[in-house]
């Protein structure tokens, strides 16, 4: 079973830069990795996910950015200029599946804890 640990997040004032990572125990290298958002009392959202290559979500297109270290098994989600449309918990996700719907949850079968991000105005 794999086993994803996120850090970071936090509270920031709008404008602000906050960096997220997501760390699994398996390697990484045939996964398909993404961050989700789930806004209070809204359902959870795509934010962005690499697979053959990056994909956003208009909402943050331009201002985030994921990366990864497959030497370290870990992913970044750089989230820049926020907004206080993007308070949220965010959740790394990973799936070792071919042909996963990167903007799908129910295709990820592996997850982070959560993480907190508020953004104040």
């Known amino acids: 079973q794999e086993q994803l640990v996120e850090s970071g997040g936090g509270l920031a004032q709008a404008g602000a830069n906050l960096r997220l990572s997501c760390a699994a125990s398996?390697?990484?290298?045939?996964?398909?990795m993404a961050w989700f958002r789930q806004p209070p009392e809204k359902e959870r959202e795509f934010v962005a996910g690499?697979?053959?290559?990056?994909y956003y979500a208009d909402a943050v297109k331009g201002r985030f950015t994921i990366s990864i270290d497959n030497a370290k098994n870990t992913w970044d989600l750089q989230m820049n200029n926020l907004k206080p449309e993007d308070t949220a918990v965010y959740f790394c996700?990973?799936?070792?599946?071919?042909?996963?719907?990167?903007?799908?949850?129910?295709?990820?079968?592996?997850w982070g804890q959560g993480t907190q991000v508020t953004v104040s105005s």
């Open positions: 996700a990973a799936s070792p599946s071919i042909g996963t719907q990167i903007r799908v949850p129910s295709d990820f079968p592996y």
């Open positions: 398996r390697r990484t290298t045939s996964y398909t």
């Open positions: 690499i697979s053959w290559g990056p």
